[in-house]
């Protein structure tokens, strides 16, 4: 069955930068598009970014491009997500998530989610 | 960016009742929008894709509706199970985004 494994979350101070990664399992890696979804305390999932199955489109939300990079590790069945320069308001339960459909290059519902990592910005 | 507004933002109901949810987005997405149903402490479940087609294992008394900016989720006759949030997430363009979800409580 899929898995999707979080790791990488603490506590981290304003201004410094952290690396989540996302260990895949049981389906075909390289065939899916991958998400980074998060919720900040008590709030509403807000969509982060999302790379192609092929790893060669990569796409932002406005609150984190510039800042934040994702990337896949096709050699470990990973994604990964480095985070520059957080702020107090990146603080939130980051989620690892799949696309539903296989070669999508349009975009697609997410059909399965990670328990999600834990982010907290502060000094 | 697409706006997703969600309404009502908490429904109360009670078990056996039908209810229906509604999501609209601040401009056409066709048929490219998805719900989740998330319970306390749990990551989000797939529940509706493509507006209207139910996901694998999700009861028939879940089901989707709608295209173009308005859009609806049914349940025929809620469960305790039931009682959780409920967001709706477009997909036709990036970035992809969510609606601010709809509590649905007894």
């Known amino acids: 069955q899929v898995q999707l494994v979080e790791s990488g979350g603490g506590v981290v101070q304003p201004g410094r930068s952290l690396t989540l990664s996302c260990a895949a399992s049981?389906?075909?890696?390289?065939?899916?598009?991958m998400h980074w979804v998060r919720q900040a305390p008590g709030k509403g999932l807000e969509w982060v970014a999302v790379?192609?199955?092929?790893?060669?489109?990569?796409y932002y939300g406005d609150s984190v491009k510039g800042r934040f990079t994702i990337s896949r590790d096709y050699s470990k069945n990973t994604l990964l997500l480095q985070m520059t320069r957080l702020r107090r308001e990146d603080t939130a339960v980051y989620f690892c998530a799949k696309d539903g459909q296989p070669r999508n290059d349009y975009g697609c519902e997410i059909d399965h989610w990670g328990q999600g990592t834990l982010v907290t910005v502060s000094s | 960016e697409i706006v997703m507004t969600q309404s009502p933002a908490t429904l109360s109901a009670s078990p056996g009742e039908r209810v229906t949810l509604s999501c609209r987005a601040s401009?056409?997405?066709?048929?490219?929008l998805a719900w989740y149903q998330q319970k306390p402490g749990q990551a989000p479940t797939l529940l509706i894709y493509a507006a209207g087609k139910t996901a694998i294992g999700v009861p028939a008394r879940f089901s989707g509706s709608g295209s173009g900016t308005e859009f609806t989720l049914t349940i025929s006759s809620l469960q305790s199970e039931d009682f959780a949030i409920y967001y709706c997430q477009q997909f036709n363009s990036w970035p992809q985004s969510f609606g601010q979800g709809t509590r649905l409580e007894i």
């Open positions: 790379i192609s199955y092929d790893g060669n489109n990569k």
């Open positions: 401009q056409s997405i066709s048929s490219n």
């Open positions: 049981g389906f075909t890696f390289t065939t899916h598009g």
